[in-house]
């Protein structure tokens, strides 16, 4: 009955307001009911208002209150929930969630008792501290009781939020273990002749196996039998059976308290036709002969719980080496999602949308994903061998299988789909997995997961949030029906036509789905083992490659290595068993020219791909130490430069990859890898790389010319980002050479060596090629272009005394050894420190022509017409910026502050702020506009394949870059904003600190 609104009491309206739907009847109940103790206590209130339905448990609480033995038993049980909020809250968190376990409360009224505690023990209980609680269980029945009870306590901690949903499902799987074994203890207790017998183990399969269990849950094991010494093993066997068999029906028969849970032994091998037991020696002769792919499958997560526990380990050492031999099954994983869609096609049909495990985007998607991953790459990486789901996802994401926003995104919508599964299942306590239609209670299990404001509403959104996200990553694995339109294997059957085919290939943003489409029909048609692993491989790449800016480059690039590498057995074979490596491959291959070009010159390159350690960047002593083997077994200096070239064409590759992997981006995700870190990572890589090759080019020319030992001492040293470690894929070489004759040689002739070994290096790396040119640039030595290019240590001393103007100090700064004689370069350093860090500082007129120079700079050397607010090497708060504000600092502060003395920008940022001359704002903003114009001129050269300082004009290049930086599809605008507002906070930063300091 409505009451008028006049009339409503102060109780009422608190009531409604704190989420009771039906505030009349609890206001009648706290009336007059067993609960008029305390009808007013806000706290109860406010406690009952947070429960997930709060007449549920006011209902509850109660019917536990009358239920008490005496007055005595109900004012204790009330001042004890009044008093002690650990308690109030798991009490009233479980009767506002579980009708089935008020009913339990309400019969066995002294159980309220076990959610008194609040031990560290009780957080996180594990099977022994479960065993404990079964304990004293002498029947089927008063196991039932102690069940629920130790159930009662897990759904206290799982509602009030002290465990999370993988701990629950953790805690319920050791709970059953926990019941399985006294079950086994109450079975062999009644039939001890039996149990003298054999030796009997149980092994967990599913979710109790893999200690991911929900509230009610068929528990699916398989018994293994032996007899024990002296016994016949027909009769051990059929003991055992008994026993198996008596176990069962503990757990699952219906008595007064209810049933446990079915136990059901159905995956055992033969299924229902087989025997319930078999002895080790039966199991393994069947898994070895019969078995088919699902039952491999079912064992991975199979786990000993009860019985015998030397015959269980000797169990799991025996199938285990069979579950990850699985993979290299005929039809694999045709076999598996063979399987998949079956289940699905068995859902009736009114139900489908509903089904919150079996349905499309439901839990057992992410468990087939997982699966079908471990089961793939486990054979070889053991650290995926884990049974239970999100551990298994976790660790494929570790190992680079399943991409890491991949795998937060299924471990979340895992999570979620759980935890609805969990609360739905918690209400009555029965085995269900469809979504209720009902309101009331989709109101209370959007409650119970902490959607208050809009509960029905809130959870149906999040709900298909999470249902879409697994759908759309678990068709990444499964095949799509476009190249059913292409391939020509089946023509009875249905298939795309083609116009819908190109329809479809334009949704997935292909440009040209004609010449897609016929890009398919090579890679996929006929019935040759190469075109099937194709058809395989191609629908997962189509996807990879439409997230990119330019799926047809992508598809035409992957024609082109498969072309080249398609009789090579290697190759379909890593990208088919190593998912890493294939989605690896469509990043590159479609994010850009510069990587497929460096591929299609070295595809054998395509093996880097192949696993986490393939695109770790080498160290500079492998480097140096590969291009110097093969510089010493080439004819001549040309052919030793050619390989130490195409050693730098494989490295770049490896740089390039790698980069691209760590920094592809989606719209949910803006980047992939931490900006900074891959900076670093291409500038040390690429400068490691370029120090090697010069080294070999050095080597090279010596050998030639002069055998072991060039008549002078001979150094090349590194400058401005060459020797600052931060070199980009189109970076030219800036150097300087020094010498120093051997004693005894004439100066005269040394310095002919010298001059003709740094001319020949130059020719050298600028033969024509098809790889990227390495340009050695020698403007920033003494006297620049006029000057010579290479000078002894006497001459630079000299000079530098005599002649040196301020720039040539700043250019120092940057000066660093790469190649050559070690110790004749670490004397050019000593001598470059007394210019680049001076004792006394800088004085104001130097200060001033450093920064005429940089105007100077600024208005002479920008190209005509570009933006400056967009020109990332000279532009406002570009490159130019922080690196001349930066080296204005350590000119004037490096001769009394050592950690300046770094050539590399950023770790002299940092030094600066650490020494207090810039504040921790300004350095990072100057360390953030200087990342993000390195990683455009970078992301520039990876799309066009040429160097540039200006973001591409042309759409899909900009795309190109702009998903490089992490921008989704159609945000290049937005990319090209951040960047401004970006540089334009570092330049108020360059005006303060170098042009007003």
Known sequence: MTVPQGRRSSTFTRLLRLGFTDPSAAERLLASGPLAAVRTDPVLLDALGGAADPDLALRGLGRLVEAQPDATGRRALLDTLVAAKPLRDRLIGVLGASEALGDHLARHPGDWQALVTYEQEDLHPGVAEFERGLAGADDPVTLRVAYRRCLLSIAARDVCGTTDVAETAAELADLATATLRAALALAAERIPEDAALCRLSVIALGKCGGHELNYVSDVDVVFVADPVEGADEDKAVQAAI??????????????????????????????????????????????????????????????????????????????SPLVWQAAERENFVADVQKMRRRIVENIPAGEVERELKLGPGGLRDVEFAVQLLQLVHGRADTTLRSGTTLNALKALAAGGYVGRVDAVQLDDAYRFLRSMEHRIQLHRLRRTHLVPEDEADLRRIGRSLGMRTEPITDLGRAWRRHTSVVRRLHEKLFYRPLLDAVAQLAPGETRLSTGAARERMVALGYADPGTALRHLEALASGVTRKAA???????????????????????????????????????LRLLRDEGAAAENLARVLSAGRLAPDLLMRAPEAVALLGGPGGLEPRERAQLEQEILSAVGRA???????????????????????????????????????????LVDLVGGAVSDLTAATLAGTLRAVVRDRWGDELPTRFAVIGMGRFGGHELGYGSDADVVFVHEPREGVDEQEAGRAAHTVVEEMRRLLQLPSADPPLLIDTGLRPEGKSGPLVRTLKSYEAYYRRWSLVWESQALLRAQYVAGDEDLARRFLRLADRLRYPAAGLGEDAVREIRRLKARMESERLPRGADPALHTKLGRGGLSDVEWTVQLLQLRHGGHEPSLRTPRTRQALAAARGAGLLTERDASTLDEAWVLATRVRNAVMLVRGRAGDTFPTEVRELAAVARYLGYGPGHAGDMLEDYRRTTRRARAVVESRFYES
């Not at 629908?539 to 024609?559: E, K, Q, T």
Request: a positive charge.
């Open 242 to 319: 008994r026993l198996a068999s008596l176990l069962m029906r503990i757990c699952s028969e219906t008595t007064v308290e209810g049933s446990i849970w079915p136990v059901d032994a159905n995956l055992r091998p033969e299924g229902r036709n087989g025997p319930l037991v078999r002895t080790l020696a039966s199991h393994l002769a069947y898994y070895q002969r019969w078995a088919k792919t699902w039952e491999f499958q079912a064992l991975l997560k199979a786990r000993p719980v009860a019985g015998d526990a030397e015959l269980g380990a000797a169990y799991m050492a025996a199938v």
């Open 635 to 677: 004819e001549g200096a040309a052919q030793g430069v050619t390989a130490a070239r195409a050693v730098r064409r494989r490295e770049l590759f490896r740089t390039a990859a790698a980069d691209l992997i760590g920094s592809y981006g989606t719209e949910e995700r803006p980047a992939g890898g931490d900006p900074g870190t």
């Open 533 to 571: 692993i194709q058809r395989t491989l191609l629908p997962v790449l189509l996807g990879w490659f439409a997230d990119s800016a330019d799926p047809d480059a992508g598809l035409l690039n992957f024609r082109k290595v498969s072309d080249a590498l398609g009789k090579t057995p290697w190759y």
